[in-house]
T-cell receptor, first 113, second 114 residues
């Protein structure tokens, strides 16, 4: 297993377009987290899954954002009608039920022009 | 919710010197404190962590201390090397419902001059 994988690594989109990111967690990790990171800031929590259930959502996650983890394995994060303020690095992390350590992927850098 | 403050925002040291990064947290229920290192263009990498039942933990040149009473914890790097240059983040989390969702500080940019 090579760790948490995110795709794509970079995405440039025009304002108003929809984008979707994918995260493949470490095998057998049942917990999956999405974070957003802007330049010079720490990662900010967006949402959390345990298996396929979305258990927590941040107030940062507006109605334009939706996340799924349909089979409890990979997850997708969709942003509808993108705005320039959505430009950021979107990070995915996973952890197992047995431990508390969260391991991050390389992130998807979104630029909205 | 949890609030994590981290200082300094930038730290510049000479190779071989020690570096110390300090964090405070607000939620007394927090019981897990990881530290992450992030290099340019990469995701954060876990480098060390400490749980609330331990006051200090060491791994080679890196150590972390925790003062639960004062709600602060620190990262100590000894004998710094140029490859230690990166942004370091502290985080705090508790286990409501088993989620352990980390709340991060704003980061410290460590620059080690050769």
């Amino acid at each position: 297993d090579t760790g948490v994988s995110q795709d794509p690594r970079h995405k440039i989109t025009k304002r108003g377009q929809n984008v979707t990111f994918r995260c493949d967690p470490i095998s057998e990790h049942n917990r999956l987290y999405w974070y957003r990171q802007t330049l010079g800031q720490g990662p900010e929590f967006l949402t959390y899954f345990q298996n396929e259930a979305q258990l927590e959502k941040s107030r940062l996650l507006s109605d334009r954002f939706s996340a799924e983890r349909p089979k409890g394995s990979f997850s997708t994060l969709e942003i509808q009608r993108t705005e320039q303020g959505d430009s950021a690095m979107y990070l995915c992390a996973s952890s197992s039920k047995a431990t508390t350590e969260a391991f991050f992927g390389q992130g998807t850098r979104l630029t909205v022009v | 919710g949890e609030n994590v403050e981290q200082h300094p925002s930038t730290l510049s040291v000479q190779e071989g010197d020690s570096a110390v990064i300090k964090c405070t947290y607000s939620d007394s229920a927090s019981n897990y404190f990881p530290w992450y290192k992030q290099e340019l263009g990469k995701g954060p990498q876990l480098i060390i962590d400490i749980r609330s039942n331990v006051g200090e933990k060491k791994d080679q040149r890196i150590a972390v201390t925790l003062n639960k009473t004062a709600k602060h914890f620190s990262l100590h790097i000894t004998e710094t090397q140029p490859e230690d240059s990166a942004v370091y983040f502290c985080a705090a989390s508790s286990q409501p419902g088993g989620s352990y969702i980390p709340t991060f500080g704003r980061g410290t940019s460590l620059i080690v001059h050769p």
